[in-house]
């Protein structure tokens, strides 16, 4: 199932439909996921922001292509920063689904991503004057048996909340994080510089994307949180962990988020999308190849 809203959803994965937007759990699969995911303007008149995800519809798909979850932030100030993010988003999604069943999901995300840059390009051009500029951030993530692969470009960010704790798994594609990489800024300083928010990487901006790929072992119980800077510019990593924790419902802590993001600031789109693992299926690898551990 391939889906892509600008506005709420929430979901679960079993195997088998049980409702627009929703599915059971099925004992055919030893991955199971719930997710959320929630996406407002703000106190702005349009929403740049777009998100989406592709769910396997059987077992069989969810060993050979697995869960795809996608958020894209339109550049503000820039042309249609609203088209750039929904096309990278649905390139990825069309991309995921049309992929050759077991392909490694770290290059998989990372070509998807370089083709999304491209589409997004192109549109620009096509554009004339008006999609000068045009450009968006993008995080992805992508499971399959015990795995989570991240990849990015921009400043929309991915965290793992495990026991009450946020990992980030993704670094902020700026100028400020840049130096303070380089140690010419403190992280204090980075968080109040004036690049804080200036794009040093995007989609759509250049030919080719820098595109900043991890993979990481998941476990059941975690919490995957994809955001765009509407949310994580309002409260940091340990707050939300905490939201998550107190509000057992995705749902909830979906709008929890995005409502206490408004109130704080709201002068930009706010995204998030929750995915939270209910089990996995361990997994070793033998010449590329999967095989489940006892």
Not at 37 to 66: F, I, K, M, W
Not at 68 to 85: C, I, K, N, P, R
Not at 119 to 142: I, K, N, P, Y
Not at 260 to 288: F, K, M, P
Request: hydrophobic share 40%.
């Amino acid at each position: 199932m391939t889906n892509h809203v600008p506005g709420s959803g929430v979901g679960r994965f079993g195997g088998d439909r049980a409702r627009p937007g929703g599915f059971r759990h099925t004992p055919q699969t030893s991955m199971k996921v719930e997710f959320a995911q929630v996406s407002d303007c703000g106190r702005r008149d349009h929403n740049e922001d777009y998100c989406g995800y592709v769910l396997p519809e059987t077992a069989v798909e969810a060993r050979t292509h697995g869960w795809l979850f996608a958020l894209a932030d339109g550049v503000g100030g820039q042309a249609q920063g609203e088209v750039a993010s929904r096309t990278a988003v649905e390139t990825l999604l069309a991309g995921f689904r049309e992929a050759k069943a077991g392909e490694p999901l770290e290059a998989l995300l990372t070509s998807l991503i370089q083709k999304a840059n491209t589409r997004v390009f192109e549109v620009a051009l096509d554009a004339g004057r008006s999609g000068a500029g045009m450009a968006t951030t993008v995080v992805a993530c992508a499971l399959r048996f015990d795995r989570a692969v991240v990849a990015h470009v921009g400043d929309s960010r991915c965290y793992l909340l495990r026991h009450g704790r946020a990992t980030a798994l993704t670094r902020d594609h700026t100028f400020a994080s840049e130096q303070a990489r380089l140690r010419l800024l403190t992280t204090k300083e980075a968080a109040r510089a004036s690049t804080r928010h200036l794009l040093s990487r995007s989609l759509g901006s250049e030919l080719f994307a820098g595109v900043e790929s991890s993979a990481h072992l998941v476990l059941a119980g975690d919490v995957l949180v994809l955001c765009s800077d509407g949310l994580h510019g309002a409260m940091e990593g340990p707050e939300i962990a905490d939201i998550v924790r107190k509000n057992g419902d995705l749902r909830n802590a979906a709008r929890h988020l995005v409502s206490l993001a408004n109130e704080r600031d709201g002068a930009d789109n706010t995204t998030v999308q929750l995915i939270r693992i209910l089990s996995v299926e361990r997994v070793g690898t033998y010449r590329g190849l999967p095989y489940k551990l006892r």
